[in-house]
């Protein structure tokens, strides 16, 4: 399985339309967003992706309860730090990288993806440490996304 992963998109529809895109022709199963969302409207264009969406909360969605709503067209969002399993891969979902790297460290998880710093981060190891970085690129100014195959383990970083 193949699953798309994007954070901190701050109300960018365009740079979000554009994730949608490539997630449809890499062919996305799954995406996974760090928050930071903003805006319930923001959520729009993720209809599009035709797959399922899991997310966390990030410091800057203060609109949870409609975000919550909009969330239900397309999938679930939580209070961060969430884990799952999906195809046999323990996978924590979290907004801001509190401890990541003493949870990537200990082995527990095979992917650990987190947002909030705007800043990409990729490290492999024994499992994978993921920030896909800013999807809006308002402060590093290179909007950012990932794909990572769940079955390959590859990675694929990608400028929007």
């Not at 930071?36 to 309860?65: H, M, Q, W």
């Not at 499992?127 to 308002?138: K, T």
Request: hydrophobic share 40%; with cysteine; charged share 30%.
């Amino acid at each position: 399985m193949k699953i798309g992963v994007l954070s901190d998109t701050h109300d960018h529809i365009d740079n979000v339309k554009k994730a949608v895109e490539i997630f449809k022709s890499e062919g996305v199963q799954l995406i996974l967003h760090a928050g930071d969302y903003v805006a319930p409207f923001s959520l729009t264009p993720l209809k599009e992706a035709g797959c399922r969406v899991i997310g966390v909360f990030g410091n800057n969605d203060g609109e949870r309860l409609m975000l919550s709503r909009r969330f239900q067209e397309i999938g679930e969002i939580y209070d961060g730090p969430y884990f799952f399993t999906m195809e046999g891969r323990r996978i924590l979902l979290m907004h801001e990288p509190c401890a990541a790297e003493e949870l990537f460290a200990s082995g527990c998880f095979d992917l650990i993806v987190f947002g909030h710093t705007h800043r990409r981060v990729l490290k492999k190891e024994r499992g994978i440490l993921l920030n896909p970085g800013e999807c809006c690129g308002w402060l590093e100014k290179e909007p950012s996304i990932a794909t990572v195959d769940l079955e390959t383990w590859d990675v694929k970083e990608i400028r929007l």
